[in-house]
C-alpha cells in the first residue's frame, strides 16, 4: 500500500481564520441530528494542484524532488478565497467549496502552469494522477448526500476574503482515518517555494 499524496497550496492562517469566522455561525445553524454537512477542519483548507491516491514509498521523494526543479522560478501569484464552488452542481451537491480567484496580472494563468507541473511530474516519475479538470478551491463540506445547496451559494456569494501571496507549493500525505472523528490525518511532507 503506497501513500496517498497531494500536492497543494495551503492558504495562510489569516485567509483559513476569516473564512472560518464566517462560516463558523452558518456552520453552527446548519449541524445537528441528521444534518446532511460534514465540515472540513480549517487545518484541513487547501487547494488541490495534484492528487495521488496510491504512491508507492520509494517514489515519493523523487515526486519532491521533481516537483521542486518544475516550480523552480515560477512567479509568485496572488490570491483570495472568494464565492462558491459545487461539484457537481447545485441541485445535487456532493461537494461545496469556496473559489480560489486570481487577484495578481496573470495569477490564473501561474495557477493552472503550477497545477499542471504537479500533476506532469507526477507522471514523470510513475506516480498515477487523479484526471480530474483543475479547478482551484478550498473544500468547506461535504455531503452524505447529494442535495440542493442553492442556499449555501447564495450564501457564499457574498464571501469575499483577504489576498495573499502565493509563495511555496506543500506535499502533503493523507493517512485515513487517523485523525479525530475516523476523519484523515494530514502530514506536510515538504514544502516547495516559488519565485526562487
Not at 485567509?15 to 445553524?29: G, I, Q, S
Not at 441541485?91 to 495569477?107: D, Q
Request: no cysteine; hydrophobic share 45%; proline share 9%.
Amino acid at each position: 500500500m503506497g501513500t496517498r499524496l497531494f500536492a497543494a497550496i495551503v492558504p495562510p492562517a489569516e485567509a483559513v481564520e476569516h473564512l472560518d469566522t464566517f462560516l463558523e455561525p452558518r456552520r453552527e445553524a446548519a449541524s445537528g441530528p441528521g444534518s446532511n454537512l460534514r465540515w472540513t477542519l480549517a487545518d484541513h483548507l487547501h487547494i488541490t494542484l495534484a492528487f495521488m491516491p496510491d504512491v508507492p514509498e520509494h517514489l515519493v521523494d523523487e515526486y519532491g524532488d521533481r516537483l521542486a526543479d518544475r516550480l523552480a522560478r515560477t512567479p509568485v501569484p496572488v490570491l483570495r478565497l472568494a464565492g462558491p464552488v459545487v461539484f457537481p452542481n447545485a441541485a445535487e451537491t456532493r461537494v461545496l467549496a469556496v473559489g480560489a480567484v486570481p487577484e495578481s496580472e496573470g495569477a490564473d494563468v501561474v495557477l493552472e502552469r503550477i497545477a499542471g507541473r504537479a500533476r506532469n511530474a507526477a507522471v514523470t516519475v510513475g506516480a498515477e494522477v487523479d484526471g480530474q479538470r483543475f479547478r482551484p478551491h478550498v473544500t468547506v463540506a461535504r455531503l452524505r448526500r447529494p442535495a440542493d445547496t442553492t442556499n449555501w451559494v447564495r450564501v457564499l456569494e457574498t464571501y469575499i476574503g483577504p489576498e495573499w501571496p502565493v509563495v511555496e507549493v506543500a506535499l502533503i500525505a493523507s493517512h485515513l482515518g487517523q485523525g479525530p472523528r475516523g476523519r484523515p490525518r494530514y502530514e506536510t511532507l515538504a514544502t516547495i517555494p516559488l519565485g526562487q
